[in-house]
DNA sequence: ACCTGAACACCGTTCAAGT
DNA sequence: ACCTGAACACCGTTCAAGT
């Protein structure tokens, strides 16, 4: 990763652009997370000094929002299949899901910094566009698009600190093996197994875009599994 | 906050235990969020060394995670009313919008920590013991509970990040202004104002908790508001 | 225009020492 | 048992200067 320098002393032209220095930060934190990425760490990685940083992007905080914006456009552009509205409803909702788990570490610094809106809106154009389709207007497609997509930003939140990421003694499941409680036992030991988030999301999210999006002809009418 | 030093010079006693070094993180993460809680910071409040707080409570992380437990020991044993066990377990999931809320940056603070979990502990245990009284049990309570709290969490998110501390740029409503999308002027419009989240969060909940709890004879079949 | 050197004001953490 | 002094290895950021 070290690249070869172009001239020793001060002054010299390292041969960056902003864009190389984007692209680096948002390598690191996918690697490490936001901690990973300090303004020296980068430097050094470039072979500059952290003053390059800032002459091509600016402090910190700029360099977050810069990186979530480029991994923003990496994502954009990927087709929405589906044979009903509704079904492409779901599929933008899903890839939303798919993409979390893809990017995880990103994921959680756009939330941290409050650019998910930053990161997730060629999805929510994606999810505008589909909802139309299905036949909603104005207030009604911004109504079911905030609705499916922070239910969506609730379940990703649960699912992507599943266990490696969490202390033992700060999980729910490990937490609920010592608590009073006025349960039946059998309930006891299914809250101190992992529930399938998963699987959760999708009857949850199905309920929901249900309420939100008449079906099509060929849909369900009882929020089910497609063949 | 300045503390009368009980002596002067190494090793005089400064009269502190382990609850006062925790209740002080938590007032100063209650006033102005994790970030504004430092080893430093924290011992200058208190008139000690940052080695005292090591001495009492330990590093950084337990210190935070310990704030986290007191708060929510605080926030435990208030009872929940409510004529029917499906309009308690709304209102367990409502007094947990209620309570991030009132302790905003600590519940913030939980989440980035992973220690969600502990802080709503207490509520999770309440919300068991109302779905029982509603008739589950075992793996329904635990699915049932898991997708009420992680919508609410969902939610809530997005609610408490409403317009003060964000950065007006990564605000949705402002990025629909300029993006390109093949949307309706109108749809366009409603996109550009902010939702009602607490509304959109009263809807949801009501179907998601609908879809997992029996109704009472008194309960409304469809979703609607309580009389 | 692009980059370095050096410094400032912070951090969390540890070690030895004091009473 | 409880607390201090001093140091280490980090931070982000800024200013003047070099080519």
């Not at 002459?55 to 700029?62: K, S």
């Not at 890839?95 to 788990?101: I, K, M, S, T, V």
């Not at 002809?217 to 089910?224: F, K, N, Q």
Request: overall charge negative.
């Amino acid at each position: 990763m070290e690249r070869p320098a172009a001239g020793e002393g001060t002054g010299r032209r390292a041969g960056l652009d902003r864009d190389d220095v984007v692209a680096a930060a948002l390598d690191l934190i996918e690697q490490g997370g936001a901690a990973a990425l300090s303004m020296r760490k980068l430097a050094a990685e470039l072979g500059v000094t952290t003053n390059t940083i800032y002459w091509h992007v600016g402090g910190r905080d700029e360099l977050l929002v810069a990186a979530i914006e480029r991994l923003s456009r990496d994502l954009a552009a990927q087709p929405v299949r589906g044979r009903s509205p509704r079904e492409r409803v779901l599929a933008v909702a899903r890839r939303a899901w798919d993409n979390a788990f893809e990017h995880r570490r990103a994921t959680a610094l756009a939330h941290e910094i409050g650019a998910t809106s930053l990161l997730g809106l060629p999805l929510e154009v994606a999810l505008a566009e589909e909802l139309e389709a299905a036949g909603l207007r104005g207030e009604a497609v911004r109504d079911a698009l905030r609705a499916i997509l922070m239910c969506t930003a609730g379940f990703l939140v649960v699912a992507l600190r599943r266990h490696e990421e969490i202390a033992p003694h700060l999980r729910s499941e490990v937490l609920w093996a010592d608590v009073p409680a006025d349960v039946d036992p059998e309930t006891r030991a299914a809250l101190q197994a992992p529930p399938d988030v998963a699987a959760l999301f999708e009857a949850t999210l199905r309920s929901v875009v249900a309420s939100h999006v008449p079906a099509a002809p060929d849909d369900p009418d009882i929020p089910g599994g497609p063949p």
